[in-house]
């Protein structure tokens, strides 16, 4: 399988979203189709001046966004933030 299930958290818009991720795609496309994403989804009320990171929630760690979702160890049913 080449896509994981994870839970993301934005709180800017104080939403939440179940999301399927390419493990072998980097943090930094991953965060440009997210934050495509949720402008969709929420009818253009998401609008970050800069470029948002993603954090694991629990660790409160930063993802290397030169890395693939596989090398940041991000497995089914982690959850993430988008700030």
Same mark, same amino acid.
């Given at each position: 399988?080449?896509? =994981?299930?994870? @839970?993301? %958290?934005?709180?800017?818009?104080?939403?939440?979203?179940?999301?399927? !991720?390419?493990?072998?795609?980097?943090?930094?496309? =991953? =965060?440009?189709?997210?934050? /495509?994403a949720i402008k969709? !989804?929420?009818?253009?009320?998401?609008?970050?001046?800069?470029?948002?990171?993603? %954090?694991? @929630?629990?660790?409160? /760690?930063?993802?290397? =966004?030169?890395?693939?979702? @596989?090398?940041?160890?991000?497995?089914?049913?982690?959850?993430?933030?988008?700030?």
């Open positions: 399988m080449n896509k =994981i299930l994870v @839970k993301l %958290y934005v709180p800017a818009i104080e939403m939440q979203y179940d999301v399927w !991720l390419p493990i072998n795609r980097k943090i930094y496309n =991953i =965060i440009v189709l997210l934050v /495509k969709e !989804l929420c009818h253009g009320e998401y609008k970050p001046n800069n470029m948002p990171m993603l %954090y694991d @929630k629990n660790a409160a /760690k930063m993802y290397d =966004i030169n890395l693939s979702v @596989k090398a940041n160890e991000i497995k089914n049913g982690t959850e993430i933030i988008l700030i």
